[in-house]
């Protein structure tokens, strides 16, 4: 069965920098765009990134584009978001998902398969 793992949450004053890692297994990896995506206590479920199959093209929302990248190592069933300068506001529960399509997605729907998610806090 498809799994997602997500690690690297963890608590962080403002201005500092975590690596979230998703490791992935039971999919064919490289057929498979990734997204990252966010929840905060009370809010709805927030798109953060995509990558597509290949690792050659990704999408951040603005609030983080020059904040965050996303990368993948396809040899390693791996897709990771480095976040810098994080914030409070960046304060959530980060979540991994797989598409079952190679193109990059910024919708919810458009993945099938999600990981148990990351605490990530980040103190003022």
């Known amino acids: 069965q498809v799994q997602l793992v997500e690690s690297g949450g963890g608590s962080v004053p403002a201005g500092g920098s975590l690596r979230l890692s998703c490791v992935a297994s039971?999919?064919?990896?490289?057929?498979?765009?990734m997204g990252w995506f966010r929840q905060a206590p009370g809010k709805a479920r927030e798109f953060v990134g995509t990558?597509?199959?290949?690792?050659?093209?990704?999408f951040l929302i603005n609030r983080v584009n020059d904040r965050y990248t996303m990368s993948r190592d396809n040899a390693k069933n791996t897709v990771y978001l480095q976040m810098t300068s994080l914030k409070p506001e960046d304060t959530a529960v980060y979540y991994c998902?797989?598409?079952?399509?190679?193109?990059?997605?910024?919708?919810?729907?458009?993945?099938?398969?999600w990981g148990q998610g990351t605490q990530v806090t980040v103190s003022s």
């Open positions: 039971g999919l064919t990896f490289v057929d498979n765009a």
């Open positions: 990558i597509n199959a290949d690792g050659g093209i990704t």
């Open positions: 998902a797989a598409s079952p399509k190679p193109g990059i997605s910024r919708y919810f729907n458009d993945y099938n398969y």
